[in-house]
């Protein structure tokens, strides 16, 4: 069956950085694109970023541009999230999910989340 399993998660003060890495099986990997999304405590899911099937082409949402990064490796099954300069306002709790055709919204499949918790 479909498996998005997220990993990474942890404490972090503020200007600090974490990898979260998402580990794919259960469909064509290589053929979908690939988006983390966060909700944090009290608010409702946001879109992140996301990646081509390629990796040719990413999108990002503007509060994390030029701090956030993500990648992926199509042999491993696996999308990263490399997350630097990070900030208290990105406390929440990050979701891998899979998408055919759609990158921010309407998305196939979904891992549990990672807690990523950063102090001030």
């Known amino acids: 069956q479909v498996q998005l399993v997220e990993s990474g998660g942890g404490l972090v003060q503020a200007g600090g950085s974490l990898r979260l890495s998402c580990a794919a099986s259960g469909f064509t990997f290589s053929s979908y694109y690939m988006a983390w999304f966060r909700q944090a405590p009290g608010k409702e899911r946001e879109f992140v970023t996301a990646?081509?099937?390629?990796?040719?082409?990413?999108s990002y949402a503007d509060s994390v541009k030029g701090r956030f990064t993500i990648s992926r490796d199509n042999a491993k099954n696996t999308v990263y999230l490399q997350m630097d300069n990070l900030k208290p306002e990105d406390t929440a709790v990050y979701y891998c999910a899979a998408g055919r055709w759609t990158y921010d919204h309407g998305m196939d499949y979904w891992g549990k989340g990672t807690l990523v918790t950063v102090s001030s």
């Open positions: 990646i081509l099937w390629s990796g040719g082409w990413t």
